[in-house]
C-alpha cells in the first residue's frame, strides 16, 4: 500500500524560508513522478511543482518559479520541496502526490496517491 508522509511545515515571515520533505513507502520510488499541490482556505487544490523519474524534468507553478524547487532522493525515497521568499499568499496545506508514470504532469488528475498534508502558514 502506498504511503506519503509529509513534513517541515509550519509558521514563517513572509521572506522566510521553509522546506518541505515527503516520505514514500510501498512503492518503486525510482521509477514514479512526484509532485506537490496546494490548498489555501476557500479556494481549490491547485498544482505547485512536479518532477519526473529523471530528477531533471521538473514542472513549476507559475506563481512559484525562481522561488520553490522540488528535488528527490531516491536512494532515501523522499521528495523535497525547498520554498523561499514566501509569500502570505503560499499559506496552504501542501500535499504530496505519486503517479504510476514517470512524467513529471501538472494534472491532478494523473496523481492517484495522496499524503495527509503539511500546513504552511506565512505570515504579513
Known amino acids: 500500500q502506498v504511503q506519503l508522509v509529509e513534513s517541515g511545515g509550519g509558521l514563517v515571515q513572509a521572506g522566510g524560508s521553509l522546506r518541505l520533505s515527503c516520505a514514500a513507502s510501498g512503492l518503486t520510488f525510482s521509477v514514479r513522478a512526484m509532485a506537490w499541490f496546494r490548498q489555501a482556505p476557500r479556494k481549490e487544490r491547485e498544482f505547485v511543482a512536479a518532477i519526473g523519474r529523471i530528477a531533471s524534468t521538473t514542472n513549476y507553478a507559475d506563481s512559484v518559479k525562481g522561488r520553490f524547487t522540488i528535488s528527490r532522493d531516491n536512494a532515501k525515497n523522499v521528495v523535497y520541496l525547498q520554498m523561499n521568499s514566501l509569500k502570505p499568499e503560499d499559506t496552504a496545506v501542501y500535499y504530496c502526490?505519486?503517479?504510476?508514470?514517470?512524467?513529471?504532469?501538472?494534472?491532478?488528475?494523473?496523481?492517484?496517491?495522496w499524503g495527509q498534508g503539511t500546513q504552511v502558514t506565512v505570515s504579513s
Open positions: 502526490a505519486t503517479r504510476s508514470g514517470p512524467i513529471a504532469t501538472n494534472a491532478e488528475s494523473y496523481f492517484e496517491s
